[in-house]
């Protein structure tokens, strides 16, 4: 055992690619940018964006990261080896990999020689001359070269010197990285160490960066991924809350702290460390399926404990009742009874904001407990922060009610016929602002968009600032999902004013309550930031005691 | 590493103890007498069947067993060793557990000194005296005893000599199982195999026989089981689905095709493993949580395949693509339907429903044209696989329309006041049913439980198999998310009839429109299946030309 510590391990998400063959699951463009910018903010080194070419979706991004870069991660385009028979600079699949403009390429390629026959039907040998050449090209265009060795471990195998041969050819043309695939998760986890011992035999004078990928088939990726560091391997690629084909990638929710709090590697910092847990639920979030409770490390229950004794020895000396602190991964202990933990969360959570918060203010405590109110009606807040800006600002004292719900109406019909038609909802919304009682109605061709503009149409005489803002993105999600239709239903909505995004939260047993309540606090929070934009010290304290902002005469209150 | 293999690994199920642990999971007597009676079909040699005495659920469920036996699992009764400074005689704790009348016990014991001296309040050999006596008093009684060492990894790292003497102790009094538990589940499975080792040579001229028990606290439940075997353990305890406390316990879903398929060990029988996925499932019914889709080897999504040219390579050749065949355990291979679906996607897919069709067929051509044309739409089949077989059902002529959509109206008030009220949505609907037309109403508290009650209102009177299925889930997501709540919706609603489950689909650019369609498809769908119990031959060839069946007068068209 290789017990080499301390010593950095690199990180290599595949969310955005990968993760994106999980069935049921589909990104926009801008679902892709937000998880990459998340997976920058944790530290991650290498983040796979996808295949430019191979849909439109993948070329977007790509545009769209030239003109808003992240912060340090290095977002790599992936890709397999060139087309048998043609050269590499003539493979007009090359073209659009080098036009997503970055540093670092990722290319696929067969070690199994059986794929070689049977999947491309070309000969051994011009499956390393497709190696050698699409290395070699993309590095004369100025990249760094990512080699995946496809099937690495089933091709190894059966035909050794032909898997070594794929390799050898990748170092000698220059690839900076060699990463052995299980690309069908059937490897156990004393064959990865051992076949990894040999490839490392096998290059005994070159200075081989190795890496692995698993998959998640045999309920093994993690502990084949870290059987693989542990013997010489330095790069691990993986998905967040292993996303992925069939049964799933390597879950980097479990690897990163296995490798950096079990086995002491380094891979993020331990600042980044503890936005684990919360960007794997944001992570969730956005992909819009349910976050694991019972996921290790970051989920609900990962840190739960019940009964009475229990607790107690658990409250005297966690660690005999804990694997790890939960804190260094963002997560935290939750004592089933009462759960005395989240205080010192919200602290972090203000801080973010820009709201400095002392622990012994009432107000903290207020926070929590409407927290934990809302998150046991269903609210979740890990993705919707504005909505979680607006309550902490309310238990301040910092949240001006800009209007009054009064209540509202929709109607659909369908009745004439079976297609839809433009605008077949209507939508009435009764709010109080300024004092006035407004009524407003609106259509729409749904009735969500309907409620939309017909409370635009109540406030934007009093708010025309609402003009510059629009709604773009709307998610539901049902909770209790085994009562079916009458389950109770969150709605996130994204909204946008060109410059910021944010996102709010509703829920309801009416999907279209839910979405109101969504798109109401949508509104608010963009008044906010509008205001902000006026006043920049907003965030800091917004609506300070005996100080008049442009929006502070109204005197509603909710 | 040993290679004794083809022997018998023998498995122990906790599911109706450690299992039911799981935060949310409860079970009724009914449920553990059929989750036992499942896994004894299985082949489970040992069933620990709960704690007689901590509950009287627990106590009923052994009296139930001594009525009707299982056919060849031993059920064992779980207790901890007796208290400190009484004898096990004496001890009222140990009463229901002679009284439960089981062959076998398992008695768990203090490994971790600390945990004696913290825990226990008492002294390191009043601990051992405890584990003696208990195991040697339950002998006296004509029992076979299972020891487990509770903290094992944690309290042999900190203190091995202690550690060592408890096993000891256990040895001597009696036990014929001594089993190495990772409580908190914070071991690696390189540190498993070592302590196993020194375990194994802490008592080298013992008849010993050792078992382990994993939690997945760090995502390596099933990988330390494992390495434990390898290691030489011959018993592996762990839960279906791996259901248990915080993160679970080792999967046994996962454990014995590993072992048995893997490894070469045997567990159960091949015929006996033919019925893994099925009784994955039928657990996850019991229990009534939803199945994991993505799980190792038992997941509906373990042996799925997307793409054109790569599923034909895998119809050519499985295991170059897959690392078992899904038969074995009783799964199956699944072609995911998607926007890259080919030709030959469609094909075997169509064989899957029992539709055998040719290449040559138009009415292939023809399924092709309308899936790309639904799919540009915003549908996916991916998940709603009710409605893909519904489309081709069409395409072939074989679809039966059993009612005719003619039109539909939703109301929803909230304007007497901002907190939803109970039945706030009216909804109408209007369908031909068998020549005649039905309008039907009804209430909701949201707008489409309201749909989903008048639909079945309208149609119950025709279509009485309706009451027998249900709605279970109901996903929601926006298509082109750039223009907010205008945005088109995608429905996907899960419906079930106790037996089967199915997923139909719906979209539209009103979120209500799209819900009432993947509505209609799952009844449809549902009395579709109800006909097929009926007629087991429907599946070949629901509605074939010239033959009446029960569900064939109506002759309505879509």
Redo the contacts between chains.
């Keep these: 055992?290789n017990s080499d510590r301390s010593e950095k391990i690199w990180i290599y998400d595949t969310t955005l690619r990968d993760g994106a063959?999980?069935?049921?699951l589909?990104l926009?463009i801008?679902d892709k940018l937000r998880i990459a910018k998340q997976l920058d903010k944790l530290g991650v080194p290498f983040i796979e964006g996808g295949w430019p070419g191979a849909n439109p979706k993948d070329v977007q991004f790509f545009w769209q990261l030239q003109e808003e870069p992240l912060q340090q991660a290095e977002v790599t385009a992936f890709c397999s080896t060139r087309r048998p028979g043609i050269l590499a600079a003539q493979d007009p699949m090359l073209q659009p990999i080098l036009a997503a403009g970055t540093r670092w390429v990722t290319i696929f390629g067969k070690s199994?020689d059986?794929?070689v026959i049977?999947?491309l039907k070309t000969t051994l040998a011009e499956n390393l001359a497709m190696i050698a050449d699409t290395i070699a090209y993309l590095i004369s265009q100025g990249r760094q070269v990512i080699y995946d060795a496809e099937?690495w471990f089933?091709g190894y195998k059966r035909n050794p010197e032909y898997a070594l041969k794929t390799l050898e050819t990748a170092i000698a043309s220059g690839a900076q990285w060699i990463v052995l695939c299980d690309t069908?998760?059937?490897t156990?986890?004393?064959e990865v160490s051992q076949i990894v011992a040999e490839v490392r035999q096998a290059f005994p004078n070159s200075d081989l960066k190795l890496g692995i990928h698993t998959h998640?088939?045999?309920?093994?990726a993690?502990?084949n991924a870290?059987?693989a560091v542990?013997a010489g391997v330095k790069m691990v690629q993986g998905t967040m809350n292993g996303y992925g084909?069939?049964?799933?990638n390597a879950?980097l929710c479990?690897v990163i702290p296995?490798l950096q709090l079990?086995?002491g590697y380094s891979c993020i910092t331990d600042t980044q460390l503890t936005e684990l847990t919360q960007t794997s639920r944001f992570v969730s979030e956005v992909v819009?399926l349910a976050p694991d409770?019972?996921?290790?490390?970051v989920?609900r229950?990962?840190?739960?404990h019940?009964g009475g004794?229990h607790v107690s020895?658990v409250e005297?000396?966690p660690l005999?009742?804990?694997?790890?602190e939960p804190e260094l991964i963002g997560n935290q202990r939750r004592i089933?009874i009462s759960d005395q933990a989240g205080l010192s969360n919200i602290l972090v959570k203000a801080r973010t904001f820009g709201i400095n918060l002392d622990k012994k203010d009432p107000a903290c405590r207020q926070i929590l407990d409407k927290l934990k109110e809302l998150e046991h009606e269903g609210y979740q807040f890990e993705a919707a922060e504005a909505s979680f800006e607006l309550l902490m600002r309310e238990a301040l004292g910092k949240r001006q009610e800009l209007f009054e719900?009064?209540?509202?109406?929709?109607?659909?019909?369908?009745?004439?016929?079976?297609t839809?038609q433009y605008k077949?909802?209507l939508a009435?919304v009764?709010v109080a602002v300024k004092g006035q009682d407004i009524l407003a109605a609106a259509e729409?061709?749904?009735?969500?968009?309907a409620?939309?503009a017909a409370l635009r149409e109540a406030l934007i005489n009093f708010y025309p600032a609402i003009s510059h803002f629009?709604?773009?993105?709307?998610?539901?999600?049902?909770l209790d999902?085994?009562v079916?239709?009458?389950?109770k239903?969150r709605v996130l909505?994204?909204?946008s004013n060109s410059y910021e995004r944010w996102t709010t939260v509703g829920v309801?047993?009416?999907?279209?309550?839910a979405?109101?309540l969504a798109?109401v606090e949508a509104i608010e929070y963009g008044l906010l930031m509008h205001s902000c934009s006026i006043n920049p010290d907003c965030m800091e304290n917004l609506y300070p005691k005996g100080v008049t902002t442009s929006l502070d005469q109204s005197g509603v209150k909710r």
Tied chains: 1, 2.
């Design positions: 055992m063959q999980r069935e049921g589909s926009s801008e199994w059986l794929h049977e999947g099937h089933d069908n998760g059937g156990l986890p004393h998640n088939d045999s309920d093994l993690v502990a870290l059987a542990i084909e069939r049964c799933g879950n479990s296995n079990k086995l819009n409770d019972h996921a290790p490390f989920g229950s990962a840190f739960a019940k004794i020895a005297r000396n005999t009742y804990e694997h790890l089933v719900l009064k209540g509202w109406s929709v109607h659909c019909d369908m009745l004439a016929g079976t839809m077949n909802s009435t009764k729409g061709n749904g009735p969500v968009s409620l939309d629009h709604l773009t993105d709307y998610k539901v999600r049902i999902s085994g079916g239709t009458s389950a239903t909505v994204e909204s309801s047993g009416n999907i279209l309550e979405s109101y798109v």
